[in-house]
């Protein structure tokens, strides 16, 4: 049995409602992120789901160096401190390099380590030694049991507040492909277990210089995921995700994410864990 993770306003863990982590790829703008986080927790709220709002102030891994990466730590701290306060949800964002993460810490509530950076230990350390909750995206390289060597570091540096994403495996080609194994696997290993609906749909480089997606298949995965026993999902929300300036061919519009979380909510009840609100 998992861990809880205690998240201020709510608990992460088995015996909890699945949680939303959900908002843009990386942090556009403030009004893009305030407008969308309210929008979102309008209807998890409506439909009983914990929510934390998700962007990045920078995204250190884009494909061409040409690509937008975001405004940066300053500017991204101050808006998602902005989105906390006004919208009353704790946020995410992702951390880099083991320098950032102390600074990050202060506007957010959750730091994720990136998939590709999951087994940098000085970066896991550091993450850990904020007291932050620590969201580790299992690396496309990775089985899902070598996660335990990153729990372990995590635990070695003093903390328990961990969740793991899983995120696809990478077969080469521009292509991902989901194991849902992997969700009870890594689940074992202790700690809640997110199910990242829209990288999972991503085609890595698959645009040439930027990476592409298929965002008709996040509902057949989600859905699996629901039934799998996950503990939240993680989603990239957009607005017109076809004019983002990140990730948008695998981000869900955000006028699409009631009827999908309506459902997963169906699908969560049906599988045993259900959302507070029992809708």
Same mark, same amino acid.
């Given at each position: 049995?998992?861990?809880?993770?205690?998240?201020?306003?709510?608990?992460?863990?088995?015996?909890?409602?699945?949680?939303?982590?959900?908002?843009?790829?990386?942090?556009?703008?403030?009004?893009? #992120?305030?407008?969308?986080?309210?929008?979102?927790?309008?209807?998890?709220?409506?439909?009983?789901?914990?929510?934390?709002?998700?962007?990045?102030?920078?995204?250190?891994?884009?494909?061409?160096?040409?690509?937008?990466?975001?405004?940066?730590?300053? !500017?991204?701290?101050?808006?998602?401190?902005?989105?906390?306060?006004?919208?009353?949800?704790?946020?995410?964002?992702?951390?880099?390099?083991? !320098? !950032?993460? #102390?600074?990050?810490?202060?506007?957010?509530?959750?730091?994720?380590?990136?998939?590709?950076?999951?087994?940098?230990?000085?970066?896991?350390?550091?993450?850990?030694?904020?007291?932050?909750?620590?969201?580790?995206?299992?690396?496309?390289?990775?089985?899902?049991?070598?996660?335990?060597?990153?729990?372990?570091?995590?635990?070695?540096?003093?903390?328990?507040?961990?969740?793991?994403?899983?995120?696809?495996?990478?077969?080469?080609?521009?292509?991902?492909?989901?194991?849902?194994?992997?969700?009870?696997?890594?689940?074992?290993?202790?700690?809640?277990?997110?199910?990242?609906?829209?990288?999972?749909?991503?085609?890595?480089?698959?645009?040439?210089?930027?990476?592409?997606?298929?965002?008709?298949?996040?509902?057949?995965?989600?859905?699996?995921?629901?039934?799998?026993?996950?503990?939240?999902?993680?989603?990239?929300?957009?607005?017109?995700?076809?004019?983002?300036?990140?990730?948008?061919?695998?981000?869900?519009?955000?006028?699409?994410?009631?009827?999908?979380?309506?459902?997963?909510?169906?699908?969560?009840?049906?599988?045993?864990?259900?959302?507070?609100?029992?809708?």
């Amino acid at each position: 049995m998992p861990h809880d993770v205690d998240l201020g306003p709510f608990k992460i863990g088995a015996s909890h409602p699945h949680f939303l982590i959900a908002g843009p790829c990386v942090i556009e703008s403030e009004r893009l #992120a305030l407008e969308t986080a309210q929008r979102i927790a309008d209807i998890t709220r409506s439909l009983g789901i914990p929510y934390v709002f998700k962007a990045s102030y920078d995204k250190a891994n884009r494909t061409s160096i040409a690509s937008f990466r975001g405004p940066g730590i300053e !500017e991204g701290i101050r808006v998602l401190r902005k989105v906390r306060e006004e919208v009353g949800v704790p946020v995410l964002t992702d951390v880099h390099s083991a !320098e !950032e993460a #102390a600074r990050a810490a202060e506007g957010a509530d959750i730091l994720q380590i990136p998939a590709f950076l999951c087994r940098q230990t000085d970066l896991l350390v550091a993450a850990a030694k904020t007291g932050r909750v620590v969201n580790v995206k299992k690396g496309q390289f990775l089985s899902p049991w070598e996660m335990g060597n990153v729990v372990k570091k995590l635990e070695e540096s003093g903390t328990h507040r961990i969740v793991l994403t899983e995120r696809g495996s990478s077969f080469g080609y521009n292509n991902l492909v989901v194991d849902m194994r992997a969700l009870p696997i890594m689940r074992s290993l202790g700690y809640p277990v997110v199910f990242d609906a829209t990288h999972s749909v991503q085609l890595p480089g698959g645009a040439g210089t930027k990476s592409s997606g298929q965002r008709e298949f996040i509902t057949p995965l989600a859905s699996a995921a629901a039934a799998a026993g996950c503990d939240g999902f993680f989603m990239e929300v957009h607005p017109d995700p076809d004019r983002a300036l990140s990730d948008g061919p695998n981000m869900v519009p955000l006028h699409q994410l009631k009827p999908l979380l309506e459902r997963l909510v169906r699908i969560c009840h049906a599988a045993g864990k259900g959302a507070e609100s029992g809708a």
